[in-house]
């Protein structure tokens, strides 16, 4: 079976800290697939960032940046010098080779950037 | 642009009513999906279609059916609604798995039942 665990339900924060977003994932199947989503008050899901299990390379875009470790089935998303307007859910999700389209979701981390 | 729409950002509706929500994209997307987000509990899935007159039950399908008549929407019925099912409805689509591509998202509707 999958899981998504995002351990962290809120966290808050004051403006310019780095804050890191822990996202830990449970499958046998050996191909598979990483995604963050951003949830802004306003509703709609927003599509951060793809990874597969065969790339272990992390990523940098911006003030964003991924950290994907096999080894501790971890794919944690990092926001360096945060902004009130990084203020959303975000959502960690995981979808199998195996397991046709569907994405297994954890239940989100509610992250408050205070100025 | 992916669009995907969904027909009302608000919804009220009594119990026991027959209740419609629709989504349509404009990507010829083949894969179409409907969640239901609740808190404390994040998105899950009710049910999905792989192409048109096709659709397979996710995890929580008890209550709902769905309806893709035409490849571009997907239709979630509430055959009679009942006040547990007062939730924020969201729909995705994506295209047929070439790379696993993202889903993409509607608004959402968040849904009320009296």
């Known amino acids: 079976a999958q899981k998504v665990t995002q351990a962290q339900t809120e966290i808050s924060v004051v403006e310019k800290e780095d804050v890191t977003l822990d996202c830990v994932y449970e499958t046998r199947d050996t191909t598979y697939y990483l995604f963050w989503y951003k949830q802004p008050p306003s509703g709609e899901l927003v599509f951060l960032i793809r990874r597969n299990s065969f790339d272990e390379q992390n990523e940098i875009s911006g003030r964003y940046s991924w950290n994907f470790q096999k080894s501790t089935s971890s794919f944690n998303f990092t926001i360096t010098a945060s902004q009130v307007v990084d203020s959303a859910v975000y959502f960690c999700?995981?979808?199998?080779?195996?397991?046709?389209?569907?994405?297994?979701f954890g239940k989100g981390t509610k992250l408050t950037v205070n100025p | 642009d992916v669009k995907v729409t969904q027909s009302s950002r608000y919804l009220v509706k009594r119990t026991g009513e027959k209740v419609f929500l629709e989504c349509v994209q404009d990507?010829?997307?083949?894969?179409m999906f409907w969640y239901r987000q609740d808190p404390g509990l994040g998105l899950r899935l009710i049910y999905f279609?792989?192409?048109?007159?096709?659709?397979e039950k996710g995890d929580i399908p008890e209550g709902y059916s769905v309806s893709r008549e035409k490849k571009e929407r997907f239709s979630l019925i509430l055959e009679s609604a009942s006040t547990n099912q007062t939730s924020m409805y969201l729909c995705?689509?994506?295209?047929?798995?070439?790379?696993?591509?993202?889903?993409?998202f509607g608004d959402g509707t968040r849904l009320s039942i009296l």
């Open positions: 990507m010829d997307h083949e894969n």
């Open positions: 999700a995981l979808q199998t080779q195996g397991g046709s389209e569907k994405l297994v």
């Open positions: 279609s792989y192409d048109v007159k096709m659709k």
């Open positions: 995705a689509s994506s295209p047929r798995r070439v790379g696993n591509q993202p889903q993409h």
